[in-house]
């Protein structure tokens, strides 16, 4: 680029100790919609992550004695000042992420918003266990202190909404963070570190490093000083997080991918399925742990349900993320699209039928968008269950839609997968919605709708979909240490 050019490059620094500190190396970030460098992030190692994490211990012992109403009140004030800023905060988040603009202001930033208002909120009604013991004259009661130093991972899909989801209930318990947002997606996380001293926490309370996940990721889930880690992204990632945070006994969560299922029974509702199962397929370009890309129809509506979906599907148009009429934005990355577009090449190898979508239809894009990182919405029929496109997940606008017959095949097929994030199940028989539910090994069943979530329930997944469960309950017990206190009197 040229000296003009690089001039306007936005340049991100990480926060350490409520300043922002400039590093020694810095890696491009791409904006996903032109193909263009658009900003540039602080290439972090072990010598920034360790002053993160001197910064954070240092603050810890003034920070962890406050009350849980002084942090709710903190807490609630960084909500109002993001909220302020909501336009400014959606713009950036959707030229860095490629998701439309429509997405960032309805789904992302309103959701970081409120991930602090809610925990501001919970941080004040939760109470302890207590047990007597009249014959021992004994009293029992617990105690709950924040761990420590947290150590929060944060993945490029939702970037802000992701993050403060671990920010917001590690800092209400009262521990201090050292957060590592995804280096493709890491301005909404600086923007957010320019209004932490006006909304009154003190420096070295969150602290923010920019990084890869070879590097910065690495020497954080090494660092002996961070008991506790918070990680959402790959499965194959957390398998090396657990590796070399295992000599230090960390306390792990992590939030991994989804191979998700949905069932569709012939007695569900089409006229609500088909649009909720295009949008749980396609939102956010595919790009969400709990989208849809298995669909089981049952035989008797088979033809008329993937007539209807891909009509529907069909109806999305992609194109530049900064218009609001668009419904499928840019992927992440030029190797993330080469990956995607590989799984629907291979599912044409192996014989299946591709609907719409890539290499089927013509994508006409804006000239400015033209060298964006761009896919259509895209259905496969006919794939066998073993296939890849059936067992891995893709993370992308790709979605597989399969027959089956009975409830007892269909359960044994959605559950065939080493996932087990999200399912979704469509049928107006109460009592099968039940007994499927029951049966799916999956962390969260959602029956005729998709994505309501309750923040005071367990989210998580089981199997290769991840360790623990983060709520208003889970994520306090994740946050905070118990203890155990006997008197006798």
């Known amino acids: 680029p040229t000296m003009a050019h690089s001039k306007t490059l ?85 030229k860095d992420q490629g998701k439309t603009i429509t997405f960032a202001r309805t789904v992302d930033i309103p959701r970081a918003v409120h991930n602090f208002r809610f925990f501001a909120s919970s941080i004040l009604h939760h109470v302890t266990e207590c047990t007597q013991m009249p014959t021992m004259g004994c009293v029992h009661y617990t105690s709950r202190t924040p761990v420590g130093v947290a150590g929060l991972i944060s993945p490029w899909n939702l970037p802000l909404y992701l993050l403060t989801w671990k ?141 209807r979906f891909v009509a529907e599907a069909k109806k999305w148009k992609t194109g530049n993320p900064s218009d609001p009429t668009i419904d499928v934005g840019a992927l992440i990355s030029k190797e993330h699209l080469e990956k995607v577009r590989n799984y629907v090449k291979k599912a044409q190898a192996e ?62 097929r959605a559950n065939g997968v080493k996932y087990g994030l999200a399912a979704t199940v469509w049928s107006s028989d109460v009592g099968r919605v039940h007994r499927v539910a029951h049966r799916l090994q999956s962390g969260l069943v959602w029956t005729n709708c998709w994505l309501v979530r309750d923040l005071n329930l367990p989210f998580g997944g089981m199997k290769a979909s991840g360790i623990g469960r983060e709520g208003a309950k889970d994520s306090y017990e994740f946050f905070t240490e118990v203890k155990t206190i006997t008197i006798k009197h």
């Open 10 to 94: 936005l340049v991100l620094e990480n926060f350490i100790g409520g300043k922002f500190v400039p590093c020694s190396s810095y890696i491009d970030s791409y904006n996903p919609s032109t193909g263009d460098v658009y900003c540039r992030v602080p290439d972090s190692g072990k010598e920034e992550v360790e002053a993160a994490v001197k910064a954070a211990k240092d603050a810890f012992p003034v920070w962890s004695s406050k009350s849980p109403l002084e942090r709710s009140q903190i807490l609630n004030k960084l909500a109002d000042l993001i909220e302020h800023d909501l336009e400014a905060f959606a713009q950036a988040e959707s």
């Open 167 to 307: 920010i917001a209930p590690a800092i209400a318990c009262g521990n201090t963070v050292v957060a590592k947002p995804s280096e493709m997606t890491s301005v909404t996380a600086w923007m957010m570190c320019k209004l932490l001293e006006k909304a009154g926490l003190p420096p070295g309370v969150v602290n923010v490093v920019f990084g890869t996940g070879a590097k910065a990721g690495e020497a954080l889930v090494c660092h002996p000083d961070v008991p506790v880690i918070s990680f959402t992204g790959s499965t194959l990632t957390a398998q090396r997080i657990t590796e070399k945070s295992a000599p230090h006994c960390k306390r792990l969560s992590l939030e991994l991918g989804g191979k998700n299922p949905a069932i569709v029974f012939d007695d569900a509702d089409l006229s609500q399925c088909i649009p909720t199962t295009v949008r749980s397929s396609f939102a956010n370009q595919g790009e969400i742990c709990l989208c849809t890309s298995r669909i089981f129809v049952q035989r008797g509506i088979y033809n008329e349900f993937l007539k």
């Open 351 to 412: 014989g299946a039928r591709i609907l719409c979508g890539e290499g089927v239809d013509p994508l006409t894009l804006p000239p400015g968008n033209q060298k964006g990182y761009f896919m259509l919405p895209t259905v496969i029929a006919e794939v066998k269950d073993e296939s890849c496109c059936m067992q891995e997940e893709i993370f992308g606008p790709v979605t597989c839609v399969v027959a089956f017959d009975t409830e007892e095949e269909v359960i044994q």
